[in-house]
């Protein structure tokens, strides 16, 4: 644990919350009280109880990280010790592990002097989770408006997110960060655009940048996130595709030809399905022979005095012979039939 962490007395201090949490809530059938006044009140015991369940957590967290350290120090080799714990008061390994990370991002923060224990109570829950993830450049930026007595939300910190990111990322030109920075560009936009073009190898980037130099508005910023999406997505299926590397096709012309008849999004769904269709096909067949081998080994522990188990097996030889049968639908209607055949390279 951090040497400079609050203690429990501070961090109750800081709540301001009585031990009990017993709150005054306002009569919902009052019809005296105004509705907006009625939603106020609510609202204020709501944060106040998202800040007792934060500062809850991160205490779990602490407590849970000095348990498992304890266990690695003078428990067994496989923390048994910290697993009955967990499971005495019914906690996943999982839950336990995200507390303990929730922990030791407060404690960082705490201890790098970017907040104060009374400046965690200015987070919802889920915001300095949010918080915790995000780089430290944004953490520090979220921490000083937290530090401000800024309520922080989710909204707070990812709105925080998108103009660091905005304003940081060197793929975007200058035409558009003024914009951004005047407010006619809201980040919001702009943060999705920069995260599929940081997919992107640089030769596909140029003619991105040209057109939103040219053109630094929002409509022009949400067709250039569809298309290095697409773009992306056409790239990075188009070298998974086997079917691609063994036949006599230019990836890149063909890419070229698809932008230019503006069919790039159904050209990368296409390689897309591809791969897709041809990991299915490996699946198949391995399961196909395991599915043989499993009732090859089945037929030899079987004989005449175990019919039904027979039977079984005759049942599946639609399945494991070299033509699969299967029914598309419980009528028996429709059927597809496929055959397995391989052959050395």
Known sequence: MVANAPSPDEIVAALEIPVDINFELPDPEDEEIQDSEFQQQLDAVWKVCDRFDLQTDIWRGRILRAIRDREKKG??????????????????????????????????????????????????????????????????????????????????????????????????????KEKAQSGILPPRHLAPLVKEMEKLPDSHLEPLQKEMAENPDIDTVKHLTTSARSLAKYLDAAAQVQTLKNGAVDVEMALEE??????????????????????????????????????????????????????????????????IEVNLDEAGDRMIRLRVMTEEN
Request: glycine letters at 4%; hydrophobic letters at 40%.
């Open 258 to 323: 698809a932008l230019r008849i503006d069919c790039l999004n159904t050209a990368a769904d296409l390689v897309k399905q591809a791969t897709q269709l041809e990991q299915t096909v490996g699946k198949l067949y391995t399961t196909w022979k395991r599915l043989g081998s499993l009732a090859d080994r089945l037929y030899v522990d079987t004989g005449a005095s175990n019919p039904h188990l027979r039977s079984l097996l005759t049942c599946m030889e639609v399945l494991t012979s070299e033509v």
């Open 75 to 176: 428990g067994d080799s496989r923390g048994s010790g910290f697993l009955n714990w967990l499971k005495q008061r019914e906690i996943t390994k999982s839950q336990a592990y995200a507390l303990i990370q929730l922990a030791n991002s407060a404690d960082t923060l705490l201890a790098e002097g970017q907040l104060s224990p009374e400046a965690i109570n200015n987070f919802s829950k889920r915001a300095f989770v949010e918080t915790a993830k995000a780089t430290p450049e944004v953490q520090k930026l979220v921490s000083e408006a937290a530090q401000q007595g800024d309520r922080i939300t989710r909204r707070e910190v990812k709105q925080i997110s998108d103009e660091w990111t905005a304003m940081s990322s060197e793929l975007l030109p200058d035409e558009v």
